[in-house]
T-cell receptor, first 116, second 114 residues
């Protein structure tokens, strides 16, 4: 079974600074997908960024980028120029790309607070 | 808005009550999910439906009973719950052929069992 571990329950960062959230996972698969989701106080989970394991290039979405280390099974999220609206829970998730497999596994989350 | 709607947003129930959570999407998705979110724990996958057929039951107690009458609607029927069942229940959906694509989530139902 795949497990996803987020070792930082809470983090804080000053506005405009950079912060990195950690995620490690355990799998025997060679091909899979990794995600970071954000859950603001509204509770709605929003996709931040997605990485395909067979792609070596790290995904980026504006101020959000990942450091994907496949051998180390590590998938960290870097938020640059942090904004107050980035305050939220962040969840790392793993999914196998099998046709009938709809199983997306999540970590316990990291609560990020951006301070003014 | 993600296009996935959950009702009610909040629910308080006694241990002997019977209630139902509802999830609705009109995105054309045919895979729907129930997740349980408890404080400081990973999201727990409860049930998965593909084309109205249940394809995953993640060892969920029988006091939780899912129902998927069509690809757009998903229910979670609750009866004789325990206080430890208090949590945020999230519904999600996606198209089953979108391998590796994101899930679309609702805003959840915050359930409190007294």
């Amino acid at each position: 079974a795949q497990t996803v571990t987020q070792s930082q329950p809470e983090m804080s960062v000053q506005e405009a600074e950079t912060v990195t959230l950690s995620c490690t996972y355990d799998t025997s698969e060679n091909n899979y997908y990794l995600f970071w989701y954000k859950q603001p106080p509204s509770r709605q989970m929003i996709l931040v960024i997605r990485q395909e394991a067979y792609k070596q290039q790290n995904a980026t979405e504006n101020r959000f980028s990942v450091n994907f280390q496949k051998a180390a099974k590590s998938f960290s999220l870097k938020i640059s120029d942090s904004q107050l609206g980035d305050t939220a829970m962040y969840f790392c998730a793993f999914m196998k790309p099998l046709y009938n497999n709809n199983d997306m596994r999540f970590g316990a989350g990291t609560r990020l607070t951006v301070k003014p | 808005e993600t296009g996935v709607t959950q009702t009610p947003r909040h629910l308080v129930m006694g241990m002997t009550n019977k209630k139902s959570l509802k999830c609705e999407q009109h995105l054309g998705h045919n895979a729907m999910y129930w997740y349980k979110q408890s404080a400081k724990k990973p999201l727990e996958l409860m049930f998965v439906y593909n084309f109205k057929e249940q394809t995953e039951n993640n060892s969920v107690p029988s006091r939780f009973s899912p129902e998927c009458p069509n690809s757009s609607h998903l229910f979670l029927h609750l009866h004789t719950l325990q206080p430890e069942d208090s949590a945020l229940y999230l519904c999600a959906s996606r198209h089953h052929r979108d391998r590796g694509e994101k899930l679309f989530f609702g805003s959840g139902t915050q359930l409190s069992v007294l």
